[in-house]
């Protein structure tokens, strides 16, 4: 009897905790990505003022290209130096859960050696940004909005809705 009890309180305590446990996985899922993609931004920033040149971040067919791409979702990223390769990263998209799509213009932008992001190679970035969603919406944030402004500050914002 007792082991009877025991196996109908752990089977309650699984019903609870899996859908809550699911939910943890997604957010940290998304949120890595985000954290992956800031990062990327801040090393394009960095390189741009130490090599005084342009560096250009942008998406990638593959997780081995060496060119910019405008596949959407993103599969990779790159940082580039003019044609030469800084450092490239893969999308993690967990079984197509996790997204990475751009509303920056050609899915790419660069930083020149004074710093500042530009896209089209000349404009200043103003609206431009990088979301990475995840399909899973059962969870109270589930797109991280990462915004490049045209100086060094970078802005994450989280909302909640379905993946574009």
Known sequence: M????????????????????????SSNRVLTQSNDIVAALNLARSEAITRNATITFCGAATATSTTCATTTP?????????????RGGEVNSYNNTVQVTSGLTNASMTYSSDGLARTNGST?????????????TKIDKNIYTVTPGSGSRIVTTTSKGTCP
């Open 2 to 25: 007792e082991l009877m009890l025991t196996l109908v309180i752990a089977a309650t305590l699984m019903g609870v905790a899996v859908p809550a446990f699911r939910g943890l996985i």
């Open 74 to 86: 993103w599969v990779a990223w790159v940082v580039l130096n003019g044609s030469t390769l800084v």
């Open 124 to 136: 200043l970035l103003t609206t431009e940004n990088i979301q990475v969603c995840t399909t899973f």
